[in-house]
């Protein structure tokens, strides 16, 4: 009899109710039971950085983490950071002007990891991103477009939060 | 690469954690899971029932006072960005950048870290460095140990089966210390190569009264430099005392691997404890001018 347990995990803020076997990753609850493929699986033990997502609004690696862990948490994954209406958001935009990703494997972790950086810092120096992409790995892009997509998403963020002000 | 079965408990008090874990054979607690998650993808570590102690509360928090304590599951981020702990050891959040990565620390806990017990890990180095006490408690009771009992040797701390780490607490240093912590890695957030931390105070004359120095990396556990330590009280910290350091570092006795030999290990930690020791004599100066 395998292991399970009930639980209720919130993902970009929808309600989910499922049973799950206790050794179920929480990357692979996301990817399997929840269909939401966006939050990718690189190497499956805490290295590359690709399953990253928000717990609770701090980073996580999903792979390292059981989704029984998650029961009465908030979960936000790359799906969920498009604006309401569907429009990329600011770092999403900042990435596609930037040539910031190429294959595209490692960009939901890096889009997770910048996220929050840059709502816990807005102003960061190219030497903060680069300490704080160290937990992402890109084996395209050389990681140039993607410290150039977080320092012009940083700007464009204070811009609009000046202009909101 | 999925785990294996395994049930799954969610006790809510460290009575309930130390009971299951009393109960129930070839049981592993579950930290903050950086390091025993990966094991069991990778099937290294295949336990039939898992404890997970995040749900209690009693493991938590972070007291920075005449002694600095933390609950066992205080998360390293938790450690990173304490304001107190910024000031009266400042070391400790300079050691801890060192650790992973942004999302490994926002999971990963101190108490996990110690008990894991990597030599080129930085907490269980910064414990040693601060002749940390720790106590562990199981179904029969509790007991306090010092770090340098804890850390027996290889990934191998001195808890007995069913034993769980509670607490972990050590005195600070005076508000004039100057510390310095340095590491070398290929690249940040991995695994040091080889790490020396040195904490040190001065006397009014400028000679140093109080000196600790730990090597990490090189020997199975993090290994403080005590006969140079002793020997240093009362010394000028000039370039000689600063050479005398790096020599007793790089004569720590060190691991070989496929990547690394002893030697190199050796060099690194003599290069980075003498950095390590001119940016603490740097900082105590600097502490000692705006404290006089």
Same mark, same amino acid.
């Given at each position: 009899m395998p292991d399970t347990r009930k639980i209720t995990v919130t993902v970009n803020g929808q309600r989910h109710e499922a049973e799950v076997?206790?050794?179920?990753?929480l990357a692979d609850f996301l990817r399997h039971?929840?269909?939401?493929?966006?939050t990718h699986v690189g190497?499956?033990?805490?290295?590359?950085?690709?399953?990253t997502v928000m717990v609770d609004g701090h980073s996580a690696r999903?792979?390292?983490?059981?989704?029984? /862990? $998650?029961? =009465?948490k908030s979960i936000t994954t790359?799906?969920?950071?498009? /604006? $309401?209406? =569907?429009k990329l958001s600011i770092l999403q935009e900042a990435f596609q002007n930037n040539h =910031?990703?190429?294959?595209?494997?490692c960009t939901p972790g890096m889009l997770i990891t910048l996220s929050e950086h840059l709502r816990d810092n807005p102003d960061p120096t190219e030497a903060e991103l680069r300490e704080v992409l160290t937990g992402n790995l890109c084996r395209?892009?050389?990681?140039q477009a993607i410290v150039a997509a977080g320092l012009d998403a940083a700007a464009k963020l204070r811009a609009s939060k000046a202009e909101h002000a | 690469m999925k785990p294996a079965p395994f049930a799954y408990h969610d006790p809510t008090t460290i009575g309930e954690a130390v009971a299951l874990l009393a109960q129930h054979e070839n049981a592993r607690p579950l930290a903050g899971g950086q390091s025993l998650v990966p094991m069991m993808n990778f099937r290294y570590a295949t336990p039939d029932h898992l404890v997970d102690l995040?749900?209690?509360?009693?493991?938590r928090g972070l007291e920075v006072g005449a002694r600095i304590s933390?609950?066992?599951?205080?998360r390293q981020r938790d450690v990173e960005f304490s304001g107190d702990l910024a000031q009266a050891c400042p070391i400790l959040i300079d050691a801890l950048r060192?650790?992973?990565?942004r999302q490994t620390r926002n999971r990963g806990t101190i108490g996990g870290s110690l008990c894991h017990?990597?030599?080129?890990?930085e907490t269980p180095a910064m414990m040693m460095l601060h002749d940390a006490v720790l106590t562990a408690q199981s179904a029969e009771g509790s007991r306090e140990l010092a770090m340098g009992d804890f850390a027996?040797?290889?990934?191998?701390?001195?808890?007995?089966?069913?034993?769980l780490l509670t607490r972990i607490s050590f005195e600070p240093w005076a508000k004039t210390h100057g510390w310095g912590f340095e590491e070398y890695a290929r690249?940040?957030?991995?695994?040091?190569i080889a790490s020396a931390g040195v904490l040190l105070t001065l006397d009014a004359r400028g000679a140093v009264s109080r000196l600790a120095m730990v090597i990490g990396g090189l020997a199975p556990a993090p290994a403080r430099l005590s006969d140079f330590e002793a020997q240093a009280?009362?010394?000028?910290?000039?370039d000689d005392f600063i050479k005398a350091a790096a020599h007793a570092a790089s004569s720590v006795e060190a691991m070989d691997d496929a990547h690394v030999s002893a030697a190199y290990r050796q060099h690194l930690a003599s290069i980075l404890s003498a950095r390590a020791l001119r940016r603490a004599l740097a900082h105590a100066r600097e502490r000692s001018l705006q404290h006089a």
């Open positions: 076997e206790s050794r179920l990753l039971t929840l269909d939401l493929t966006g190497c499956e033990h805490g290295v590359c950085g690709a399953c999903s792979c390292l983490m059981f989704a029984v /862990q $998650a029961n =009465g790359i799906e969920g950071l498009a /604006q $309401a209406d =569907g =910031g990703l190429q294959c595209g494997f395209c892009t050389g990681y | 995040n749900g209690v509360e009693a493991l933390f609950g066992a599951m205080t060192h650790v992973g990565h017990l990597d030599p080129a890990a027996l040797g290889f990934m191998t701390s001195a808890l007995e089966p069913g034993e690249r940040h957030g991995d695994f040091a009280v009362g010394a000028a910290p000039d």
